[in-house]
């Protein structure tokens, strides 16, 4: 028997086969899950599609309450939420602890969200209303790197909106979402949320089915692309959060140590592993050498350990296939550039790499150009504003940007020109769940969080009645 089950149709399953969980810090199975066929990918879709119409009909008052009613199942388990997820994940225990409690904010906003709905006309002459209704079933799809957080993510705004849902976690880290199944089990009506786990295999299947009528895909640009395909059949809705490199541009004028660990903490966070993280830094070269040396003293300074481990600041990289990858990026990046910290992995199981800080490397370098996710900075020497601009902007993704300043209209008048979904101002990362999340050009589609996150689980209709004559 598997030690977590499926939430299928409101009862907890074991899969017609079962997995196991790599703690990535041991490399040693921590955890067997149940794991889905297609047959039981089908019987998750159809108790979805089931529950659909009683759910919608359920007021959006009722709905509230059982958001609100995971986030405090989520308060009452967060102590063996974290650890689990440390375990799977890999991150620190700290920052496990830190996205439960993100998880939590972000239900409890949700839960406070209006459906903006509008009287367009209202006289005489007629009535003009727009309404939102909910979709139907969504498939919601994530990806490692944050699975609790971005598993609430789909599940709060779907439901809320009268949705039912299928979610799929990532095949490495499957746990909290199962756990966190087990919570919905006890508080939604059977149907409206249902958990399943694949080995990579069942997206797809998820993707074509006629019954969904959204998908909410949180992952790689690369599948983005192939669900956006899947979806043109039955013209489903989507919403794609997708890969980033984000540019953190520090102007001449920064304190540098302030600015280097603001920037340090905006990379490194959760081992690099972040959609948002800062992938590319452009310093000006007046400041140059001292940020380089400051940012490798950071990287020296930082403790890599088991998430588990007490002082632990930076966890191993989650799975295997990403730490392959990233081995790949570092020697192309010793060949392309000088590594001034880090540059090594760690002589002990897991997959641990030592915080990587990369120097005189420059835009065509595959360092910069592509997404690493993991622990790698390039650090890249600017002299021109309009320049680095350009340089920023040259990327085929949109995803977050920063400009780093003592100057804050200078950075203001710099973040206005940066091509992507959220331009921060000495700061990066800084998402919560009333501030809109989109990504421009391959780096999403539609829009997270907010109200008009909420909007994307709705389908607009017009109710259009004339009076009088
Ligand atoms: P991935 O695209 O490989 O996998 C994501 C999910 O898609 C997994 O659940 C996977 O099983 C599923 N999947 C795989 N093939 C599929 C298919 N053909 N159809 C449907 N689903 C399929 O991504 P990953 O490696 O798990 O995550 C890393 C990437 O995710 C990075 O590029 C990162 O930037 C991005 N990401 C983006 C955000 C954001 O909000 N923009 C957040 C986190 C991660």
Redesign the pocket.
Known sequence: MPDYKMLIGGKLVDGDSQMDVINPATEEVFATVARASERQADEAIAAAAAAFSSWAATPMAERRTKISALADAIVANSDALARALTQEQGKPLAEAQGEIAWAEGYLRHYATLEIAERTIQDDENGLIQIRRKPLGVVAG??????PLL?ACWKIGPAVLAGNTIVL????TTPVTALMLGELCQTIFPAGVVNIIV?A?DL??Y??ADPRIAKIG???????GK??MA?AADGLKRLTL????NDPGIVLDDVDVRVAAQGIFNAAFLNCGQV?LAIKRAYVHDSIYDAMCDELARLAEAAVVDDGLAQGAQIGPIQNRAQYEKLQGFLERARTDGTIIAGGELIDRAGYFMRPTIVRDVTDGDQIVDE?Q?GPILPVIRYSDIDDVVARANASPYG?GASVWSSDTNRALAVAERIESGSVWVNQHVAIGPHIPMA?VKS??LGVEQAEEGLAEYTQLSVINMARGG
């Open positions: 799809i994530i990806a490692w790197n944050f971005v799929k976690p990532a095949p694949d990579n997206g797809g998820l993707t895909f949180t992952g790689s640009t690369a599948t192939k669900i899947s959060e997708l890969g980033g959609c997404e996710f995803l990504g780096s999403g």
